[in-house]
């Protein structure tokens, strides 16, 4: 009877690799940024919880991790109708909870792959029950959640299964300033000026974002807007710095903030320059809010 059921299960196994290897998972939803901690999400479409998880790497970030009820909630409101939309006989969420190798089961041993240490869970009832002895990562029930099972409510299930959509989390840096004079409203430029960009960068503790944290430094996008209608121009490659900043366009760290100093001189064409500084690497973190400042030629 073992050796019968063992042998069903390689047999799964077998089917599932040769008729179901998925492509890497993409985004299909976002970004979205949650109102009531500032972070960023993704809906991925339907793939494994491995493909999922490198797929959020990619993006900065990992599978969901759920500190609370209301972030619960908000993933849920935010994406179950979009899952629907995509006509999945199913649609659940991967989220980023996985169970240790070892652990005893089926309760014991459940972590964030974001390594935070959030102990909220909201397993449905019977949940986690380690089907098949094979169920090791955890998803949230959609709307179409079948038969006893809720919408918004946990299940363990294998990782390999394919029909979970990936939710997405990336915690963001925010950005402290421009400060004064680039601190409020438009500045105007009659002729080649400096403009001081001095910012902080904060870590979601509240920490101060150095040189030595971040390997990819933040940089300035310029956008220019003509007024007479049509979209923004990326106009970046025309930044001069002057003093601190460099040759490109990224930031330099000096005492304690980030350093700019952008020379108006490439800009002569009239209309309204957005400036904004931002990640050098999305990959490796987001600003949330971007500093953001404003100049106009005359
Ligand atoms: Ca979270
Ligand atoms: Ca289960």
Sequence with gaps: ?????????????????????????????????????????????ANTWTEAEAEAETLGG???????QAENDWVYDTFADIALAQGDQWADFWIGLYQLPGSVEPAEGWVWISGEPATYRNW????????????????????????????????????????PFGVVEVVPISCVGFEPPMASGSVVVKKNRVLPLKAQLLDTGGNNVTDSD???????????????????????DD????????????????????HFNLKTKNYSAMGTYNISMISGDGSEYMINPKCEATFVIE
């Design 1 to 45: 009877m073992k050796s019968k059921k063992t042998l069903y299960q390689l047999f799964l196994i077998i089917i599932v690799v040769l008729i179901a290897v998925p492509a890497s998972a993409t985004v299909i939803a976002g970004p979205f940024t949650n109102p009531s901690n500032g972070h960023i999400y993704y809906l991925l479409d």
């Design 62 to 68: 990992h599978l969901v991790t759920i500190n609370n």
């Design 124 to 163: 449905d009832i019977f949940e986690p029950n380690n089907s098949s002895e094979l169920e090791h990562h955890a998803l949230m029930f959609g709307p179409t959640a079948p038969g006893r099972h809720s919408p918004r409510k946990w299940n363990d299930v294998w990782s390999i299964a394919t029909s």
């Design 214 to 236: 971040i390997a990819a430094f933040p940089v300035l996008q310029v956008l220019y807007d003509s007024g007479i209608g049509g979209d923004p121009v990326d106009v970046t």
């Design 239 to 258: 930044s001069l710095p002057a003093g601190q900043g460099t040759d490109g366009n990224q930031f330099e760290f000096s005492g304690d903030k980030w």
